[in-house]
């Protein structure tokens, strides 16, 4: 099983997967949202606060009953017993990604995961390969290599969830994959605050506002873009507080809205442009794979290139990341590295993961 609630905050992706095909088999899915209460506390936690370390740690139990009844209820789709599954994968909710301080932080208590499903769990993916010096993140491209490349076919394939990144597929080179910025979080954020909505569906609003210029410039100056790979961000750096930062007060909502997917579709083709010249084919995968607006911004960035889900590569693209990490998971148990050093930039292969075995 592969468990994911990502950057965007919105709930978590369950699957069940049977890894002993060729391609994996997703045999079952199942989505759980949060209510907007976990939301606002998840969000909370992203900053320094009062009592910060007691909430984690009840928030964190908190997520694991709800990964339990996600298990439970894929479970139950399925009609399979627990006792065929070999092992949850639980990514956990990110709270803090700082690779540049030695450090990430994901909660959701995966001994408490085992003690109500009964089976044994995997989690805390990301802590081993920043202990080798790497950034931690992405690590689905390792998955993208083995599952996804072309002997013959330049592939890029792009993730637009909270965060962006890409992994490129070149034939007869290495992969490499980094996080391009932010996908689809400061849009979602905006568009809960102005309309009410948890997402602008298919980036109809943004599609009736005007791009601001000066704004998007100001929004393009952060260093992060210019950095070169290794690297990787989050909530961190791309926050409310941010935005706030580049915004003069005067503003159109569905102008900022506009804007804000201008930024993600920039970002991306930039880095698509400038990191894996020669590609043909871009399949996107996450949350924004279903915002046409968006898609057909970024079709007019990439003119070379066709853009199509990776739906039709047999991956389902709102699971993509739920099933890498039950392929992660996998790699943990039978003792094989999942990294990737040269998208990482850990100094060799490791291992990822902690086992927390059901007896």
Same mark, same amino acid.
């Given at each position: 099983?592969?468990?994911?609630?990502?950057?965007?905050?919105?709930?978590?992706?369950?699957?069940?997967?049977? @890894?002993?095909?060729?391609?994996?088999?997703? @045999?079952?899915?199942?989505?759980?949202?949060? !209510?907007?209460?976990? $939301?606002?506390?998840?969000?909370?936690?992203?900053?320094?606060?009062? +009592?910060?370390?007691?909430?984690? &740690?009840?928030?964190? +139990? &908190?997520?694991?009953?709800?990964?339990?009844?996600?298990?439970?209820?894929?479970?139950? =789709?399925?009609?399979?017993?627990?006792?065929?599954?070999?092992?949850?994968?639980?990514?956990?909710?990110?709270?803090? =990604?700082?690779?540049?301080?030695?450090?990430?932080? &994901?909660?959701?208590?995966?001994?408490?995961?085992?003690?109500?499903?009964?089976?044994?769990?995997?989690?805390?993916?990301?802590?081993?390969?920043?202990?080798?010096?790497? &950034?931690?993140?992405?690590?689905?491209?390792?998955? =993208?290599?083995?599952?996804?490349?072309?002997?013959?076919? =330049?592939?890029?394939?792009?993730?637009?969830?909270?965060?962006?990144?890409?992994? !490129?597929?070149?034939?007869?080179?290495?992969?490499?994959?980094? !996080?391009?910025?932010?996908?689809?979080?400061?849009?979602?954020?905006?568009?809960?605050?102005?309309?009410?909505?948890?997402?602008?569906? +298919?980036?109809?609003?943004?599609?009736?506002?005007?791009?601001?210029?000066?704004?998007?410039?100001?929004?393009? #100056?952060?260093?992060?873009?210019?950095? %070169? %790979? %290794?690297?990787?961000?989050?909530? #961190? @750096?791309?926050?409310?507080?941010?935005? $706030?930062?580049?915004?003069?007060?005067?503003? $159109?909502?569905?102008?900022?809205?506009?804007?804000?997917?201008?930024?993600?579709?920039?970002?991306?083709?930039?880095?698509?442009?400038?990191?894996?010249?020669?590609?043909?084919?871009?399949? @996107?995968?996450?949350?924004?794979?279903?915002?046409?607006?968006?898609?057909?911004?970024?079709?007019?960035?990439?003119? !070379?290139?066709?853009?199509?889900?990776?739906?039709?590569?047999?991956?389902?693209?709102?699971?993509?990341?739920?099933?890498?990490?039950?392929?992660?998971?996998?790699?943990?148990?039978?003792?094989?590295?999942?990294?990737?050093?040269?998208?990482?930039?850990?100094?060799? %292969?490791?291992?990822?993961?902690?086992?927390?075995?059901?007896?």
């Amino acid at each position: 099983m592969g468990l994911m609630s990502g950057t965007s905050l919105d709930g978590i992706d369950a699957v069940l997967v049977d @890894l002993g095909q060729t391609k994996p088999l997703l @045999l079952a899915k199942y989505y759980l949202p949060f !209510d907007d209460a976990l $939301k606002k506390d998840l969000l909370a936690l992203h900053l320094p606060a009062s +009592n910060e370390l007691h909430q984690t &740690q009840v928030i964190g +139990n &908190q997520l694991a009953k709800l990964y339990a009844a996600a298990v439970a209820t894929l479970l139950s =789709h399925a009609k399979s017993p627990s006792n065929e599954v070999k092992a949850i994968a639980c990514h956990g909710q990110t709270i803090r =990604h700082c690779p540049e301080q030695g450090y990430t932080l &994901q909660i959701g208590n995966a001994a408490l995961l085992t003690e109500l499903t009964g089976i044994t769990v995997v989690g805390d993916f990301r802590s081993r390969d920043i202990a080798a010096g790497g &950034q931690g993140a992405p690590l689905v491209p390792a998955f =993208h290599d083995k599952v996804l490349r072309h002997p013959d076919k =330049h592939r890029v394939i792009v993730n637009i969830g909270g965060i962006s990144n890409l992994t !490129d597929l070149p034939p007869h080179r290495a992969t490499t994959g980094f !996080d391009c910025g932010p996908g689809n979080l400061l849009m979602d954020t905006w568009c809960a605050r102005h309309t009410g909505k948890p997402y602008d569906h +298919n980036g109809a609003w943004a599609a009736s506002g005007s791009v601001l210029p000066a704004l998007l410039k100001q929004m393009l #100056d952060e260093p992060y873009f210019t950095l %070169p %790979p %290794p690297k990787s961000t989050g909530r #961190d @750096l791309f926050s409310t507080t941010w935005l $706030k930062g580049k915004l003069t007060g005067g503003e $159109k909502a569905e102008d900022v809205q506009a804007t804000l997917l201008e930024l993600t579709c920039q970002t991306v083709a930039q880095s698509i442009q400038q990191y894996c010249i020669g590609a043909k084919e871009i399949y @996107l995968c996450g949350g924004g794979a279903h915002n046409q607006t968006l898609r057909n911004r970024l079709a007019a960035l990439l003119t !070379d290139c066709s853009i199509e889900s990776t739906n039709t590569l047999g991956i389902d693209s709102d699971y993509m990341e739920a099933i890498a990490f039950a392929w992660i998971a996998q790699q943990t148990l039978h003792g094989k590295p999942a990294n990737l050093p040269q998208v990482t930039g850990a100094k060799h %292969p490791c291992i990822l993961g902690a086992i927390y075995r059901n007896p």
